[in-house]
């Protein structure tokens, strides 16, 4: 879901840029009304960046990862993963990729936005009660990532020089593999931090799902 450095003009950058800064200041307050959610987030950051570090290769017109999205969404919650986002990728670009951070606002909002979508229709009714069901988690995956691959489809619509549309399409089937394997590993740890929610530690690092 990278946007490779070249693609887009300085003032498309910036405007990104703008606006990934409005999304994260206007969410950013709910932290302070439950600063648990500090925690989540911090948590939802460095699992990110491990998810996304294990696995990554080039895919037609950008890249394939292994975001984790579902697994950190329904077990950490909407704000935190939405800020975990944006922190794990200026986390990344200063550790590891810093070519990257020239991307910052841009890879910000190829995530974010597909969340926000999500999460204000589907996600709010299956993430509280269905995380333990493959085909529910299943949709949540193929929805997701299915805006993910059309905000890169933007992106290279925008871009400077043409994109052959054949490369957009094969970085959006790339993903198909992650669409299918990602709900199995969400309902295993949704599961398992299920059977250890009488732990102090698991009930102050996650919000496990109530079993349905």
Known sequence: MHIEP????????????????????????????????????????LFF????????????????????????????????????????????????????????????????????ALHATLGRKLAAGAATEVGSVLKLDARYYAGVALMVGFWLAMGETATPFAAWISFAAAYLPVVLIEPVLTVAVVRLLQSQAHRPLVRLCFAVPARG
């Open 6 to 45: 070249g693609i887009l003009s300085g003032a498309k950058i910036a405007a990104a840029n703008l606006a990934a800064a409005s999304l994260i200041a206007a969410q950013a307050p709910q932290l302070l009304r439950k600063p648990q959610r500090i925690l989540h987030t911090l948590l939802a950051a």
């Open 49 to 116: 960046s491990v998810f996304m570090q294990s696995f990554h290769l080039p895919a037609g017109a950008s890249e394939l990862h292994f975001i984790g999205a579902m697994p950190i969404y329904l077990t950490l919650g909407f704000i935190p993963t939405l800020l975990g986002f944006g922190l794990g990728l200026l986390l990344q670009g200063v550790i590891f990729e810093p070519a990257d951070l020239l991307h910052l606002g841009v890879n910000f909002l190829s995530l974010a936005v597909p969340l926000l």
